[in-house]
Structure formats: structure tokens, C-alpha cells
């Protein structure tokens, strides 16, 4: 089929497949989420209030939930859950970004969300940080530039993450619960649960307890793991 058909190229962007990037409707989404990223950054950089920075996100995102009307105590927690973003934000079409309640985003993070982007609840993102679900063939004949095709790979963080500044994530990795990644750090591969990493590439150089669920919950995942270990 070709790529240049309404909605084919964006079919197998999101598959992860080979697609072209500057058929004509991605063009214009992606010329959609940097008219509403200018919107959001400008009124976030004029100190525009909670609500209507919340508004001018759920238009980055695609997110067509209304809001509570203003001054119900349901508003507040409605806005509540929504990031909490510093600014200047950049994604490249913002309605593949998923992210789950009290996510705060530091100033200058770039979301390149070719292919979903997921980001757990309470994680709290440092300044300057890049989340790439985009890349390109290595074959330079294939890649042939802006001409050529390209594709992406699903970026999945956990709840209750940490990053800190300048940590750039690469397409297809998942991140577990409770991870803190060092500053500088380039993710490179998964990361299991509760663990802190660094470097580049990033490493595990410390392990850590598992206190977000209740003991008895810890106690039957390490029998399981135990168990799984002895099979």
C-alpha cells in the first residue's frame, strides 16, 4: 500500500514498522503538537494559572476529557493529577504520551513519542531529559535522509521513578517501579524494578528494598522468586 495513503504511514508508525514520516496528515500532526507546545510553553512562561496550563496540555496530548467546573473540590483533584511540567516542553506529536497521575517534568524535556511513551505515576523527571521512541535505519542507502522511511519502538517507565538531569532513554525499553536513573545516563537496556543505575551505558550499581507495597505483598513476590529461581 502506499505510505502516502490518509492514516497508512501513521498505522505503521505506531506498529513500529517502517513508515515515512512526512506523508501528509503526520505532517500536519506533528505541525499540531508544535503549535500547541508553543501555546502551553508560552503560557507556562507567563505564569498563566493551574487550569489552564492543565487545558492547554490535555490539547498536546489529545486528551478530550473535560474538566470538573472551576472551584469543585473535584477540580482540584482533576488538576492534581495532570504532569506538573516546568517547561519548555517538546514532543513530536503528544497524543502517544501516556502518563499516569503527579508526573513532574522538569524544564527542556523532549518527548520524541513516534511510538507510545509511557510514563508511571509519581515520577518525577529531571531538566533536560530525552525520551527517543524514534529512530532511523542504520543502512545509510535505506535511511536516504528525509526521503527515506524510519520507525520507532515503545518507551514504557514505571510508577514512582526518578531521572535525574540529561538522562536520555532509547527506543524499546521498559523501566520498572522505583528506579532512580543518575544524571548524564543513557538507557540502553531494561531496567528491573527497584534499583538504581548510571552511566553510560547505564548500569546497575545499587539494588533497593522494595517499601512501596505491603510486607505481606514483598513476602510472597520474593517466595515466588525463589521458587522461579530453584525451577
Not at 508544535?34 to 501555546?39: I, L, P, Y
Not at 508526573?103 to 525520551?131: E, M, Q, W
Not at 521498559?174 to 532512580?180: C, F, H, K, S, Y
Request: some cysteine; overall charge negative; proline content about 7%.
Amino acid at each position: 500500500m502506499d505510505l502516502l495513503t490518509p492514516g497508512e504511514s501513521r498505522r505503521r508508525m505506531l506498529a513500529g514498522e517502517l513508515y515515512y514520516a512526512f506523508a501528509p496528515d503526520l505532517t500536519e500532526d506533528r505541525r499540531r503538537c508544535k503549535v500547541a507546545c508553543h501555546a502551553y510553553n508560552t503560557a507556562n512562561a507567563n505564569g498563566a494559572p493551574r487550569r489552564k496550563l492543565v487545558e492547554l496540555w490535555k490539547e498536546i496530548v489529545g486528551d478530550k476529557t473535560p474538566l470538573p467546573p472551576e472551584g469543585s473540590a473535584q477540580e482540584i483533584e482533576a488538576l492534581r493529577a495532570y504532569p506538573w511540567n516546568d517547561g519548555p516542553v517538546k514532543f513530536d506529536y503528544g497524543y502517544n504520551c501516556k502518563f499516569g497521575a503527579g508526573v513532574y517534568i522538569n524544564s527542556n524535556c523532549t518527548f520524541l513519542d513516534t511510538c507510545v511513551i509511557t510514563i508511571g505515576a509519581r515520577t518525577l523527571i529531571g531538566p533536560n531529559c530525552s525520551f527517543y521512541a524514534a529512530t532511523h535505519p542504520v543502512d545509510p542507502a535505506v535511511r536516504n535522509g528525509v526521503l527515506g522511511p524510519e520507525y520507532g519502538k515503545p518507551i514504557t517507565v514505571g510508577e514512582d521513578c526518578w531521572f535525574g538531569g540529561n538522562v536520555v532513554v532509547l527506543p524499546g525499553i521498559t523501566i520498572g517501579r522505583g528506579v532512580t536513573v543518575g544524571a548524564g545516563s543513557v538507557v540502553t537496556k531494561d531496567v528491573e524494578d527497584f534499583v538504581v543505575v548510571a552511566g553510560n551505558p547505564a548500569r546497575v550499581i545499587k539494588r533497593l528494598e522494595n517499601t512501596l507495597d505491603p510486607p505481606e505483598k514483598r513476602q510472597v513476590e520474593a517466595q515466588e522468586g525463589k521458587e522461579l529461581a530453584e525451577e
